[in-house]
């Protein structure tokens, strides 16, 4: 063979790290429901292992293992050893992609389009936003399925396009300028920062809202708010899916785009980047032009949450009207980058607000990137069982913390009888809203 | 090969049954280092019926068959001898019936330990053996083990539970054993035999477990110490005192260091010892006996006792114990599990001894356990690869091995023989007990086919 097995670049003390106890087992959702090794992450680690040892074959069923594995990371939470499992799994996945075991005429186009095109060029995906946009809004989407037309789409996309996430303009460019200033009335004695936000691709289409709310408790808290226009994408999406390379290419673009230096801070509020944009230093250790700023980027990237509980932030005064709220843990967020008690400590910290907790809320919604989409039926028995439990909180808010999550929480709850009227947000557009009523309520002299 | 699996396939229905490199692949091993071994498939059994058609076959294809659940053991136990059938009971996992009159659940092989005690908690029951693997473990790999777990001291262990088992012979009969009355003398006690045969004897497809009241209060304490005798006298005192907490365990300085690491619970990484202490039973008798603990360790120079105020508290120095081994496991990329166990008295001698071989061949080994019931983890950091390291491991290990024997203690406190501790069991048990072993597993499997090559050769 000519190029040689990725796998076998692979720091082999992490794979040996392993020592197949079986903790990680009741954690998996695809062990879980098959009660099958190969389907746990243990037996995923001995598969990586005996392919990197040139053992086993890399071959189809490697493949549909690694693309059967949600990438929740529930098992890295449970590792006694300390197991990087995410580097594995992104590697077996490159490997897969590189030897193109899974290779079909269509399968490629999507990924071409999406993986190569559409996310690697913000541009166009938000030209795609205007027109997925003009098509919801222009009644063509109710006049297709009023007539019925979406039978003519081919199977796949048919059962997904009731599922097409609605696009809500402006994208964050329309609502957050590039740099915002907090307001005179900040207290004096608090340190002030300067922090970048990150917007997001698929958040940026779907959720600017979440943006705003975002660089509104950043400015609530004393942060100078740096948006940069048109980012590029974080390059999460690629490393998951097999495209190391891309997602390296998309890691310089990020360095290169913001001034590290000059910041405190660099914020995100998707549980899915922030997960992976914390380990740039792995992706480009070998890039004697990027190493060292990736290591400065990677201990500058913050989840809103965690940055938020890191600078001791300020509890609103004004209180809550809302309802009961769940949190529902973004796996990324508390598996992938360990951000657990500070989301709820935000939630509680709002007066009125009261917070019921979620059974299994470390337990995967199904969505995982775009696991809804690839694994459609193991995807839906996963929000089911999600919903089940939203429903016995009684919560009439869900929060969560990741465009994905949200989406398919979304799409679940609207089609669900049992959760009619539960709205899904994000926390931070609950702490938001706690200090927007401040400023109301000031207004009209107290409440 | 393909014979057996044919044969095997109308048993349990194409679902059920695993024959693909990429299906078996990950049934090579248990929870055991270093050890794996390539089976020719694997079979998912749904009840004891299917169990006894699959031995049947076995035996008449003269194919080897090794019974597993969820391939947490830590002796080898599990792992596969080559070319067999892996017999895996993860899918018999009903709870059958929980019997509030007669204190008793009976549960299929595949239960999970954990959801046994919290079937008996909707009651307010109790199943007190807590294996360090309880939330994947199933009951039949702690029947076939004899699990014990951080509440031997008091409770007892799997064996102390265990009042009656479904088994099928290696000839496809079903037996019973026992019953749900405490007490029963007809004839010999050979559901007792079955536990921790660990699958040589017979497949346990039901068990039925004694229950108890579920304590009412329970109290946490966390002593740090100087000096491992200091511990140790406190654990003596303790028990001299008439009190019998239900978990006394340890932790030694490498052990702190590495669990304060891993954790950041907030352990003091100057001490010698830790010493994790837990008194449960009624409110009034548990705050006693807390105080008097607290009492006695500073009277044996405690640098510190901390007392968990809630529940909170309590689970954050139990997670101090509870993640020793992965802290330990953190340090280097092999990770060798010791377990062996002394009479209580001589526990500060052998943890002693533990530490002075690992200067004198210059290993890392951290050492925790249950001090009140003698039983040691002495947990060899170490990496396969390095086979000079790894030859002074297996030198040290047989210096701690004829130290325990020397002691009155037994190379397996609750892991089990399996492969790992083969070479040590004729060394403690002599010949002619070694002799009784191999005439029992002669007379219940003839053929030699169930787990062959476990426990012994």
Redesign the interface.
């Known amino acids: 063979m000519i190029n040689t097995n990725l796998l076998q670049h692979l720091d082999y003390s992490v794979l040996q790290q392993c020592m197949h106890c079986g903790m990680c087992l009741p954690t998996c959702p695809t062990y879980d429901e098959t009660l099958r090794e190969r389907h746990s992450p243990r037996g995923r680690i001995a598969m990586i292992r005996a392919a990197a040892d040139g053992q086993v074959e890399v071959d189809r069923a490697f493949a549909e293992e690694m693309y059967y594995c949600l990438g929740c990371l529930a098992c890295q939470s449970a590792c006694p050893a300390g197991v990087n499992y995410a580097e594995l799994f992104e590697h077996a996945r490159a490997e897969v992609e590189r030897r193109g075991v899974l290779n079909t005429r269509r399968r490629n186009f999507i990924r071409w389009i999406t993986i190569r095109v559409l996310f690697m060029h913000p541009r166009l995906l938000e030209a795609l936003g205007y027109g997925l946009w003009l098509y919801q809004r222009s009644g063509l989407q109710w006049l297709l399925r009023k007539l019925r037309l979406t039978r003519l789409l081919p199977g796949k996309l048919r059962a997904l396009e009731p599922n097409t996430p609605r696009v809500r303009l402006p994208y964050s460019a329309g609502r957050i300028k590039v740099l915002e200033q907090p307001s005179g009335k900040i207290d004096a004695s608090r340190r002030s920062y300067r922090v970048a936000l990150l917007t997001g691709c698929v958040q940026d289409l779907l959720y600017a809202r979440v943006n705003r709310a975002t660089a509104d408790v950043l400015l609530a808290n004393g942060c100078e708010v740096v948006t940069p226009r048109h980012q590029p994408c974080c390059g999460s999406l690629h490393a998951h899916n097999g495209e190391l390379e891309l997602a390296r290419e998309l890691a310089r673009r990020n360095l290169d785009r913001f001034d590290l230096d000059r910041l405190d801070a660099v914020i995100t509020n998707a549980g899915g980047c922030g997960s992976h944009l914390k380990h740039y230093g792995g992706l480009l250790a070998g890039d004697p032009d990027y190493a060292r700023r990736a290591e400065v980027w990677d201990r500058k990237v913050k989840d809103i949450h965690q940055w938020l509980v890191e600078i001791d932030f300020r509890p609103p005064t004004a209180r809550f009207a809302a309802d009961r709220v769940t949190y529902d843990q973004s796996c990324h967020l508390g598996h992938g980058q360990r951000v657990v008690a500070q989301p709820e400590q935000i939630l509680r910290s709002i007066p009125g607000l009261e917070l019921v907790p979620l059974p299994e809320a470390d337990w995967c919604c199904g969505s995982a990137g775009i696991y809804s989409i690839t694994q459609p039926e193991q995807a839906a028995k996963l929000l089911q069982r999600k919903l089940r439990h939203i429903e016995s909180t009684g919560a009439r808010t869900v929060a969560s913390a990741n465009p994905g999550c949200l989406l398919q929480l979304e799409n679940g709850i609207r089609q669900d009888p049992q959760l009619a009227g539960v709205r899904v947000v994000h926390s931070v557009e609950l702490l938001a809203a706690a200090y927007g009523r401040e400023l109301r309520v000031e207004g009209v002299g107290g409440w | 090969m393909s014979l057996l699996i044919d044969q095997l396939r109308p048993i349990v229905g194409q679902q059920n049954l695993?024959s693909?490199?990429?299906?078996v692949?990950?049934?090579?091993?248990?929870?055991t280092?270093v050890l794996h071994q390539r089976a020719a498939c694997v079979v998912?059994p749904t009840s004891a019926g299917q169990v006894a058609d699959i031995l049947k076959v076995a035996a008449h294809e003269g194919v080897p068959v090794v019974t597993r659940g969820?391939?947490?053991g830590l002796s080898g136990g599990s792992v596969p001898v080559a070319g067999c059938v892996v017999l895996c009971l993860?899918?018999m996992n009903r709870i059958l019936e929980l019997d509030a009159r007669n204190l008793t659940i009976r549960v299929e092989p595949g239960v999970?330990t954990q959801k046994i005690d919290e079937a008996a908690a909707t009651e307010g029951l109790f199943y007190p053996p807590d294996p360090g693997?309880q939330?994947?473990?199933t009951i039949g790999g702690n029947v076939a083990e004899n699990s014990g777990g951080l509440r031997g001291l008091k409770y007892g262990v799997t064996r102390d539970y265990v009042m009656g088992l479904e088994v099928v012979l290696a000839d496809g009969d079903v037996v019973r054993l026992g019953n749900q009355c405490v007490k029963d003398v007809a004839g010999y006690n050979l559901r007792d035999l079955f536990i921790g045969s660990e699958g040589t004897l017979g497949i346990v497809t039901e068990v039925l477990l004694k229950l108890l009241p579920r304590p009412a209060a329970r109290k946490t304490l966390l002593a740090s110490f100087h000096s491992l005798e200091a511990a140790a006298e406190t654990v003596s005192a303790i028990i001299a005192a008439k009190i019998i907490p239900c978990t006394l365990e340890f932790l030694d300085q490498q052990t702190i260091r590495c669990v304060e690491d891993?954790s950041h619970v907030g352990l003091p990484t100057e001490a010698a010892a830790l010493l994790l202490m837990e008194a449960d039973g009624p409110a009034t008798v548990v705050a006693d006996e807390a105080l008097a603990m607290e009492r006695i360790a500073r009277d044996h120079q405690a640098i510190e006792v901390q007392t968990a105020r809630d529940q909170e508290e309590a689970a954050r120095l139990l997670s101090a114990r509870r993640?020793a081994?992965?802290?330990l496991?953190?340090v280097r990329?092999?990770?060798i599990l010791e377990d062996v166990t002394v009479p209580r008295s001589e526990l500060a001698r052998m943890v002693a001894f533990v530490a002075a071989t690992a200067n004198k061949y210059n290993l890392r080994i951290g050492t925790f356990g249950h001090m009140g019931d003698g039983n040691l983890h002495p947990t060899f950091l170490t990496?396969?690869?390095d086979t000079d390291q790894m030859q002074r491991v297996e030198q040290a290990l047989d210096e701690i091995v004829t130290k325990t024997i020397d002691l009155g203690g037994t190379v397996t406190g609750e892991h089990g023989v399996g492969l790992a501790k083969k070479a040590f069991l004729k060394q403690q048990l002599g010949d002619a007990s070694y002799r009784l072993l191999k005439m029992v597993k002669a007379t219940f499997d003839p053929h030699g086919l169930l787990n062959p090559g476990k426990i012994f050769d």
């Open positions: 695993l693909t490199a990429a299906d692949l990950p049934y090579s091993f248990d929870g280092p998912f969820s391939g947490t993860v899918q999970i693997s939330k994947i473990s891993f993640s081994l992965s802290a496991a953190r990329p092999t990770t990496d396969e690869r």
